[in-house]
């Protein structure tokens, strides 16, 4: 008998914005595999087996997984926020293509992810076209990044950036910083949420020409603002920040 | 005493993607406000009053729900998938904004959006680098969705597109369609993802070179992949389609 692999993403932090079928999967399987302090965010049951891994084991994390399901078991693969951005389900389908194919069942289960629970907190800066882009390289060459921000600009996106810092890659987002203020005006809003929903929360809200990369840190998401984003005064203090539905033309 | 207005994304569909935090905002609020056919997924109870309205009319339904906030009472302002991403957030905060500030208490609960869920069901379309373009033109001229799409097949985004057809528009689906055929190869991944999650679920796998516009209807989500976007047989039938973490330099 095969087992069933589910891919399930935590949401941001807080259970509250954890789905009904997130935590069922985390129910149902009798294996827990991911990156330790995600694990810690799932309530684990005396039944069930935990298999902690470092942030750089993914690929190892994934077929781990597959060979559990091969061996009949149910096992959740979890993620933080939703396991399809920037997490386990794409390393998970590279194990199973390098394998090639299973017969075990595979589920993913989808979250809230960091960009859209962060954009909630401050109002609704990804109201209209946007990109999402992370800034490791540990993966990718660093020009290509450099290269997918500056279209990213040409297509005047409001910009999601996941894994802005760590302590591997101190600088690479500094360096986008500069590259975009080249590119956009320096009253471009940008917004700096860290450990969105969580009890340390902090969100930042600043704009190109005040931002920096110490503002963030590995629990960041940042978000840069499109031509149309703007500050509207928050009740008391502080502002909100939206894109527009409406958009001009773009001029290139 | 002024009231509350939430802006809630009810998730994709099935209920099992709803966020607890939704459910909560639904069942706190007396007023629920929004399109009709979101409204009836919500289950609304004999004391809740319920404010439908058609899908044209967003931000006159943001103005009636500022106003009964103003009156004290609390709100619920409903859309599909999350809240933020082409849906209700920004137009409340454009209404804000026209009203010159609001002394309400306002809270946007984030949602599962129409694109991970999408993604969820097919694999990891979405696990690199990837945009969100709505095809709608109502509010934005026509050449500034050609020209976003150009700027992001340069990035080599995977691109999600929302409201890809309507009656009143339809055929910008098939001009985005034949402007990615000139960009990308014809063997790219094109997914079409339709009512995700509910009971009519369609979800439909094919090429740039065989995607056609009739394959979408107002409740598909469209994804085209990268230029890394592949796909691995499904055990049985079909195929699931990921894009890998990894990507190599882009050519421009």
Chains 1, 2 share one sequence.
Not at 158 to 184: C, H, I, T
Not at 200 to 218: F, K, Q, S
Request: aromatic letters at 6%; hydrophobic letters at 45%; glycine letters at 8%.
């Amino acid at each position: 008998m095969s087992g069933h692999v589910y891919v399930v993403g935590l949401g941001p932090g807080d259970e509250r914005h954890r789905t009904p079928a997130a935590s069922d999967a985390l129910r149902i399987a009798r294996h827990l595999v991911g990156y330790g302090p995600y694990l810690a965010r799932a309530s684990v049951r005396d039944d069930q087996i935990v298999h902690a891994s470092d942030n750089r084991q993914e690929l190892d994390r994934a077929r781990k997984a597959l060979q559990l399901a091969a061996d009949g078991e149910a096992v959740a693969v979890v993620s933080s926020g939703d396991a399809g951005v920037f997490a386990m389900a794409a390393t998970l389908f590279e194990a199973v293509e390098q394998q090639g194919g299973t017969t075990c069942e595979i589920t993913v289960v989808p979250g809230v992810t960091a960009m859209t629970a962060a954009a909630a907190r401050i109002g609704a800066p990804l109201g209209h076209d946007f990109c999402a882009i992370s800034l490791s390289d540990n993966l990718k060459p660093w020009e290509t990044v450099l290269q997918r921000v500056r279209a990213a600009a040409e297509a005047d996106f409001a910009m999601a950036f996941y894994n802005p810092v760590s302590k591997a890659r101190p600088w690479q987002l500094g360096g986008v910083l500069d590259l975009l203020r080249e590119l956009r005006a320096p009253e471009t809003p940008v917004v700096f949420a860290t450990a969105v929903s969580r009890p340390d929360e902090e969100i930042v809200v600043t704009t190109l020409a005040g931002a920096a990369p110490e503002m963030a840190d590995m629990r960041t998401l940042v978000i840069v603002g499109s031509s149309a984003t703007r500050c509207v005064p928050r009740g008391g203090e502080g502002a909100w920040v939206y894109t527009p539905r409406r958009a001009e033309a773009v001029s290139s």
